[in-house]
């Protein structure tokens, strides 16, 4: 049992805490602030106007869309790719790890990019896929490819340190009395790691309904189409429609609060200890 500390901060955590709530205010809190006053600044009415706006709606639909099918294939491959490089010893296991990285490292740009010199019209592979009439480029499984690849280390690099650390002991001991591999994993391992698995959802999430670079080489942007919101906010503001970029942008942020409030009630009701 650990001691409540009783004695009063000195000045100089007093400052540090001040600092810490300071700049976090500063970097985080009045932008949010910000999106949400200039996106409301001409009315509800002309807010609520932008956001049903079509294009807007699709946009919104198609980024929920692609999060709903990204982030679940996310979750069962970084739990895979984490059981195979954590319990398993093999040839190019390091090589593997470091596989699982280089999304991270690869610029969003880049990574669009290389999609379309290799699934394009023009691209290595294109050409055959029109042949049997496969369309891959500026279509929403586009879109969901290019999520995939960008966002596929989140949840394996949330896991892999964690089971690591925890080790086999566990596991080993469910399986000496009688467990078979699917109640092993059930009861023991899944929630010795639930936790990083939502995490690593969360960033997954994130990240899928804010990437721009990758999805904006790949989706064409077409208005209506293959415009995510990101996309669709760019183009509201190069449209000079301010009140609508920062309607659609409002949305986009209300997105993330909204991920982050599930993740703290989930915690608050210790739904997932």
Known sequence: MHATRT?????????????????????????????????????L???LANIVEPNTLHAIGLTVLTALIVV?????????????VTRFKFPGRQVLITIIELPAAVSPIVAGVVYLFLY?????????????????????????LVSLFVTAPFVARELIPLMQQQGTEDEEAAL?????????FWFVTL????????????????RVMGEFG?????????????????????????DFNVTGAFAASSTLA???VLTLLLKSTLEARGGWR
């Open 120 to 144: 394009g019209g023009q691209g290595l592979l294109g050409p055959t896929l029109q042949g049997a009439g496969i369309q891959l480029m500026f279509t929403t499984t586009a879109i969901v």
């Open 72 to 84: 679940p294939i996310n979750i069962v491959v970084g739990i895979c790719v984490a059981w195979l």
């Open 191 to 206: 929630p010795n790691i639930r936790w990083a698995i939502l995490y690593g959802a969360i960033l997954t999430n994130a």
């Open 7 to 43: 004695q009063p901060c000195s000045a100089a955590e007093i400052t540090l805490i001040a600092l810490a709530f300071g700049l976090s205010a500063a970097i985080l809190v009045v932008p949010l602030l910000l999106i949400f006053a200039f996106a409301l600044r001409e009315g």
């Open 254 to 256: 209300f997105m993330a």
């Open 45 to 47: 009415g002309v807010y």
């Open 176 to 184: 000496s009395l009688g467990a078979n591999g699917w109640q092993m």
């Open 214 to 238: 990758a999805v904006s080489v790949v989706s064409g942007s077409i208005r209506g189409q293959t415009n995510t919101l990101p996309l669709q906010i760019s183009q509201l503001f190069n």
